[in-house]
């Protein structure tokens, strides 16, 4: 099977702008989480979904938000970017609702100038 | 909410020596508790994972150890090798929190030759 795919994996942008990531979860996994990376706060939660429903959602502000389509094919979108969204942005999908185990993607490196 | 602590931050260890990472967690509900092997440029791979209801497990040098009494869980990696250089992170997953995983601050262990 193939892994969890994010595109693009790099993306530059400049304060202000907003952003869409993709990410295409593993063949038949239905939920998706989003986390994001940096160097100071490590890796943190920003949501995750199931079945096109968001289920559950990490401690960031609303400029961060997500969707998931039929195909399980999950999109986070950042609004009104700023210097501190600059981080690494993972995806990783897992097969069922409550299914604790979780393959992650290669992420998206996201610079904000 | 949960908190897991990872200690070390960095371990350096000589080839075909075993390192040792601890990490604790706070919510005595957690019940799953993997971890992961993040190189340079890619996603946290899963290399090892133990639920609640296990001491102990094993995958050919990598072993894991869960005390739930003490909410603390170790990774074990043996006869380590220059690949192994990268860094870990340990998570744990709680139902009380919807789901999510919550990771460790990360360990880089790099492997001399």
């Known amino acids: 099977k193939a892994g969890v795919t994010q595109t693009p994996r790099y993306l530059i942008k400049t304060r202000g702008q907003q952003v869409t990531l993709s990410c295409s979860p593993i063949?038949?996994?239905?939920?998706v989480s989003w986390y994001q990376q940096t160097p100071g706060q490590g890796l943190q939660f920003l949501f995750e979904?199931?079945?096109?429903?968001?289920?559950n959602k990490g401690n960031f502000p609303g400029r961060f938000s997500g969707r998931q389509f039929s195909n399980s094919r999950s999109e986070m979108n950042v609004s009104t970017l700023e210097l501190g969204d600059s981080a690494l942005y993972l995806c990783?999908?897992?097969?069922?609702?409550?299914?604790?185990?979780?393959?992650f993607g290669p992420g998206t490196r996201l610079l904000v100038l | 909410g949960e908190n897991v602590e990872q200690h070390p931050s960095t371990l350096s260890v000589q080839e075909g020596d075993s390192a040792v990472i601890k990490c604790t967690y706070s919510?005595?509900?957690?019940?799953?508790f993997p971890w992961y092997k993040q190189e340079l440029g890619k996603g946290p791979q899963l290399i090892i994972d133990?639920?609640?209801?296990?001491g102990e497990k094993k995958d050919q040098r990598i072993a894991v150890t869960l005390n739930k009494t003490a909410k603390h869980f170790s990774l074990h990696i043996t006869e380590t090798q220059p690949e192994d250089s990268a860094v870990y992170f340990c998570?744990?997953?709680?139902?009380?929190?919807?789901?999510?995983?919550?990771f460790g601050q990360g360990t880089e262990l790099s492997v001399k030759p």
């Open positions: 063949s038949g996994h239905r939920s």
């Open positions: 919510d005595s509900a957690s019940n799953y």
């Open positions: 979904y199931f079945s096109e429903t968001q289920r």
């Open positions: 998570a744990a997953h709680s139902y009380n929190q919807g789901g999510k995983l919550i």
């Open positions: 990783a999908s897992s097969s069922d609702r409550g299914q604790e185990t979780q393959y």
């Open positions: 133990i639920r609640s209801n296990v």
